[in-house]
């Protein structure tokens, strides 16, 4: 068995990451700076979501959302996610939220921290209190698509399994082109990062570890 970029092939040594019965393809890919040293075989994800920020789109009340801060959760989707005033009250009130997707999550109460699997904020309550059809939007940037090493811990994209790195690299404090395998068999014993989510994830992108 040989491994091939489109360039020149080498044998691949016994022990080595690559198992057999399934086309090879690597890929040109870019990745995220800072990340230090990552060994051939390091498990990889995407970055497709950036950071995010809440704004007041139309009515009354008056709270300061711009200052909200806010957080993401794993399911996090680029795009603009609804928040819908459907009750008022002094003091608090409760929006529906709707994801860039059209899915609903669960409400959200007025001055409670409000959590999920998707965004995380506090909608604060002004002088004046929110009204039914209020509209708040909270816009979740696009991710850069660079690479860096999965973490099923990542809300940036990242803990979802896309890819193996070809080759050991150092990145530094700049983004750095490298190579990665986006289908292909590997062995389970040499890959770095690998757990039960990311070997699903893997398998349905055709890269499959045995």
């Known amino acids: 068995m040989s491994e091939d970029y489109g360039q020149t092939s080498v044998a ?90 059209g899915e609903m999550l669960k409400p959200l109460t007025v001055a409670a921290g409000y959590a999920s699997d998707h965004i995380n904020l506090t909608v604060p309550d002004g002088a004046n209190d929110w009204d039914v059809g209020d509209v708040i939007t909270v816009t979740v940037a696009a991710g850069s698509g660079q690479a860096k090493a999965y973490s099923a811990a990542a809300v940036d994209g990242s803990q979802v399994a896309a890819l193996i790195l070809a080759d050991s690299v150092t990145v530094g404090d700049d983004a750095l082109a490298a190579v990665a395998f986006r289908t292909g068999v590997f062995r389970r014993a040499k890959l770095t990062g690998l757990d039960a989510a990311a070997t699903a994830q893997l398998d349905a992108r055709s890269i499959f570890v045995r």
């Open 12 to 101: 691949i040594p016994a022990d080595d990451i690559l198992g057999e019965g399934f086309p090879l393809l690597p890929q040109q890919i870019v990745l995220a700076a800072s990340q230090g040293a990552l060994v051939r075989g390091t498990v990889l994800g995407l970055i497709t979501v950036g950071a995010a920020v809440a704004a007041k789109v139309s009515g009354t009340g008056d709270g300061d959302v711009a200052a909200a801060a806010v957080t993401l959760g794993k399911y996090a989707q680029p795009g603009v996610y609804t928040l819908v005033c459907t009750a008022e009250s002094a003091g608090a009130g409760t929006f529906s939220v709707q994801t860039p997707r």
